[in-house]
């Protein structure tokens, strides 16, 4: 009786063993599962720290008279992709991403609308760094033209 609950503790002891080594163990890592959570954790400092460079940069008041204060989705859209460009050495954004500053901003604008805009109007302005696909994010940035463009918005002595 003694000699099978010697074994018995023994098996048990074993067993905790390997238990304890399976769950220190690592488990084989899915690249594509750890990049995908990298960029989703740059992308939310990057929203953040460009709504909050919105507020505190050198020309914070003209981007609130000609920029937040009108109703120009186009120029609002383009105040995303201008401080990246200027402060976040042109970082690339989807329109998820703009719809999230524009959110934080107070001026929320729907990724669907943001699409569109960028699609009919905003294309010139922009460069995208793969062909648009229905369903697939399509990362874009600021091009020269249209830094010329939002400087020019921002410079302008009226109001629109």
């Keep these: 009786m003694e000699n099978i609950n010697n074994q018995i503790i023994k098996r048990l002891d074993d067993l ?27 992308s939310d400092d990057l929203i953040l720290a460009i709504v909050n460079k919105v507020g505190d940069c050198a020309e914070s008041e003209e ?20 401080i990246s460009f ?5 970082e690339w954004l989807t329109t998820g991403n703009v719809e999230k500053i524009t959110s934080g901003l107070g001026t929320k604008i729907a990724v669907g609308n943001v699409s569109n805009k960028i699609k009919s109007k905003l294309r010139q302005y922009l460069e ?12 874009y940035r ?19």
């Design 86 to 90: 200027k402060y976040f050495k042109n």
């Design 16 to 42: 905790e063993k390997r238990v304890d080594k399976l769950g220190t163990g690592t488990r084989p890592v899915n690249r594509k599962e750890v990049q995908e959570e990298l960029e989703k954790q740059n």
């Design 63 to 82: 981007i609130q008279n000609k920029v937040l204060d009108q109703k120009s989705m186009e120029a609002k859209i383009l105040l995303c992709f201008y």
């Design 142 to 160: 600021m091009n020269r033209k249209g830094v010329q463009y939002f400087e020019s918005i921002l410079n302008s002595k009226e109001i629109k």
């Design 128 to 139: 995208s760094r793969s062909v648009r696909k229905k369903g697939l994010r399509t990362p």
